[in-house]
């Protein structure tokens, strides 16, 4: 034991020992290249004292970052996130001044912008010594990695697992935001994402499915089924409800807040992580005590749990705050390239991604990345049960350069990385982990709307409407979860993607969700008639069903119920509808299921408008600026997939499992819906959901008591809901019974893996 204790003192200074060095050499270089950087006095020194006077300054820095940065970050925390990211090179390079001036007889001198860079480099130098170090001693890079986590700990019961890794694992949810399965197993095969393709490859490793999504094909409604188990009345990224006269947006806090809040009402349930987890990085908190990044929560006041908490966290180590911002410019100068290149080469189609859009791209693929993942390593060392994460950088770029594009493939390679170091990272934690790696939606090719047709959606409703057009189309501007996280981390109000205020109520309202276009009258009361709206706009319905760039149109009618509306005179009511034949043929599978779902919201809209889709190409139409876009119905946005270790049950025995306890619960001559339609596959996020809830109940035993979250505007508390809220009684107080692992699948693979660890 002493023995062990004074090796690992012993390593540990010679690694101190190697950072100072390296950055002494560090500082001498530089003052031999950068003209405004001396360490000697004017007259001259010898290459000993010269040599003494950079160990000087550079032990004065390491000491300064090490002491004097945990302290300013934190008392920034109320400066915004990209704020700070921005102030990390001036606060590096006052740090150097101040170090510096220690140095006696003044021999060190710096102009402030060469301060800076000199900074920024000595803490790469710094940063890439130490990490070099610590990988050939296990002990010390799971210390490095896991300082945060350790510190956060305290005061947590002892981790489950110990040294033997003994105990029920845990379980993380990657997700990949945007991610189809087909693009998943194209850069697997081609070599893009290695760290998958090996998970694939192995026996024992993982299994892959697809699994279809909802008509809403987007984060909002996916990730909200998938965390609290119902996306239920939400029809779109974006809608508009007429009684509050407010347009909701799943990446606006207020209403993904409120989506949350809706969802526990309807399910009594806490969500997916309501038992010891963590939310990294999503749009909804799934009940998890832990939070970073949470747009429903960002809102959210007090220590360890405001959603941008996990910005200052990873920046409160200036090696991280270096990193990432250095390649946040790296980013940013790359996406200007890109764009260069293909307006260069006069690539088609192409949208602008100028402006902002350079920044929110570097935003959405580094410093979202960076802190997730950072987030995620520290979750495993405190030893979570459940950690969910979300990775939005695929999603961000294969919406401006297009989901096959060179572009998207080179996130996809930077992605499979951060994969490869939770599973490294993983398999040095005190507890054993299982790592499960799905999508919320894919995403589908395709010129613009208005790049193909010349007017917006909206300008075809005004136009049909006998309203007044623009001579010129406008562009509707593309919207994500990215450019919102920005806007949210500059403390700037998300846009909801119309002007309510200034909108007459006489005129329609049209919002896009990608290839999903919904309008609204907002003068009439309740969902509006077919009737209504041809004797209000006789010419607005059969103008949209005849447009060349829509599939088809859902409205409700007085005299045959909600119908399907297509080219050439189609109508279909709403019960007849068919995948085989009519305006959903081209759509495929569980199209028709998916729009009579839709169908049954409260706040469907007055319109819905799918684009066209051409089965031959995969290329839908967005109603915004985006090439590849998700949202409605056409191609691969409607499949994503589930990636799972091989000692987990499979989804289907899990549905159908499922599906048979219903069938005994049932009440003589109840009807009991089919969780596996014809055709298999796992349909609707709320179906993912159970199945991510059977994962955890297989290796935790009881799962999930239910939570207030939500109801009172709060996040996660440990008490039962409060007397009288929705779901109060006996039923909101039991908790889920355990449930034993299903038999092994009678399947033509080898047999799961006993232990359910990765591969």
Not at 263 to 287: Q, V
Not at 552 to 564: I, N
Not at 586 to 591: E, H, K, L, P, S
Not at 682 to 698: C, N, S
């Amino acid at each position: 034991m002493a023995d062990g204790k004074w090796r690992r003192a012993g390593a540990t200074l010679i690694r101190v020992i190697a950072v100072w060095a390296a950055s002494a050499l560090t500082l001498l270089a530089l003052a031999g290249i950068l003209p405004d950087f001396q360490l000697q006095s004017d007259d001259g020194d010898t290459i000993t004292r010269t040599a003494f006077t950079a160990a000087w300054g550079a032990g004065a820095f390491g000491l300064l970052s090490a002491l004097v940065w945990p302290v300013l970050v934190r008392a920034l925390l109320i400066v915004p996130a990209l704020v700070l990211g921005a102030l990390v090179f001036f606060l590096n390079g006052s740090l150097l001044l101040i170090a510096l001036r220690l140095i006696p007889d003044g021999r060190g001198d710096a102009a402030p912008e060469t301060a800076v860079v000199v900074a920024a480099v000595m803490s790469a130098v710094a940063s890439a010594t130490s990490t070099a170090f610590a990988v050939r001693d296990d002990d010390a890079y799971r210390r490095r990695l896991s300082r945060l986590a350790y510190r956060r700990r305290r005061g947590r019961p002892a981790d489950q697992g110990g040294p033997g890794r003994e105990g029920p694992p845990g379980t993380v949810f990657i997700q990949l935001d945007g991610v189809g399965h087909d693009a998943l197993v194209a850069a697997a095969a081609a070599g893009l994402m290695p760290t998958v393709a090996g998970w694939l490859a192995d026996s024992s490793g993982h299994r892959l499915t697809p699994w279809r999504t909802d008509w809403s094909s987007q984060t909002g409604a996916s990730q909200l089924a998938i965390l609290h188990g119902s996306n239920h009345d939400v029809p779109a990224f974006r809608w508009y409800e007429k009684e509050t006269r407010t347009v909701m947006v799943s990446s606006r806090p207020a209403s993904a807040l409120e989506m949350q809040r809706r969802a526990i009402e309807r399910t009594r349930d806490g969500g997916l992580l309501s038992i010891d987890g963590a939310s990294r990085g999503n749009l909804f908190s799934g009940g998890a005590g832990q939070l970073a990044l949470v747009l429903s929560m960002a809102a959210r006041r007090g220590k360890g749990s405001r959603s941008r908490a996990g910005y200052f966290a990873y920046f409160s180590d200036p090696a991280n705050a270096t990193r990432t911002a250095l390649s946040f410019v790296a980013e940013v100068v790359r996406e200007i390239g890109q764009s260069t290149r293909a307006r260069a080469g006069k690539v088609t189609p192409r949208v602008k991604r100028g402006g902002l859009y350079p920044f929110i791209r570097a935003f959405a693929t580094v410093v979202e990345r960076d802190v997730v993942v950072a987030a995620v390593l520290g979750d495993l060392f405190a030893g979570r049960t459940a950690v969910y994460a979300d990775l939005v950088a695929y999603d961000e770029v294969a919406h401006h350069s297009g989901p096959h594009s060179r572009d998207a493939e080179k996130v996809l390679e930077r992605l499979d990385r951060s994969l490869a170091l939770i599973a490294k990272i993983a398999d040095r934690t005190p507890r054993a982990y299982r790592i499960v790696l799905l999508s919320d939606h894919g995403q589908s090719p395709g010129e613009t709307f208005a790049g193909k047709y010349g007017l917006t959606l909206k300008d075809l409703v005004r136009a049909g409407s006998g309203l007044p057009v623009p001579r010129r189309a406008q562009r509707t501007r593309s919207a994500s979860e990215a450019r919102d996280a920005v806007r949210i981390a500059l403390h700037r109000p998300v846009e909801g993607g119309v002007d309510e205020q200034a909108a007459k109520l006489s005129d329609p309202i049209v919002l896009a969700s990608g290839n999903l276009g919904l309008i609204s009258f907002p003068d009439i009361g309740g969902r509006a008639s077919r009737e209504q709206i041809d004797r209000r706009h006789p010419a607005l319905l059969s103008t949209l069903a005849n447009h060349p760039g829509i599939g088809f149109l859902l409205v409700r009618s007085e005299e045959h119920g909600s119908v399907v509306l297509g080219p050439g005179g189609a109508e279909v009511p709403i019960a007849e509808l068919s995948d085989q034949e009519g305006p959903l043929a081209v759509f495929g599978a569980g199209a028709a299921d998916a729009v009579r779902r839709t169908d049954t919201f409260p706040h469907v809209a007055d319109i819905m408008v799918n684009s066209m889709y051409d089965p031959g190409t995969g290329t839908v139409h967005a109603f915004e600026e985006q090439i590849g876009s998700h949202g409605g119905l056409g191609g691969e946005q409607s499949r994503p997939f589930l990636l799972w270790p091989r000692g987990l049950t499979d989804p289907l025995d899990v549905m159908a499992a499922e599906s048979a306890e219903s069938a005994e619960s049932a009440e003589p001559g109840e009807s009991v819906s089919a969780p596996v339609p014809p055709g298999g596959g796992l349909v609707g996020a709320e179906a993912v959901h159970r199945v991510l809830t059977r994962w955890l109940q297989e290796s935790s035993g009881p799962q999930v008591p239910l939570r207030a979250e939500g109801f009172a505007g709060a996040g996660p508390v440990d008490e039962p809901f409060p007397p009288g809220a929705p779901g109060a009684g006996p039923t909101a107080a039991r908790t889920a019974r355990a449930i034993e692992p299903l038999p092994p699948p009678n399947r033509q693979d080898p047999a799961p893996d006993a232990t359910g660890t990765t591969a």
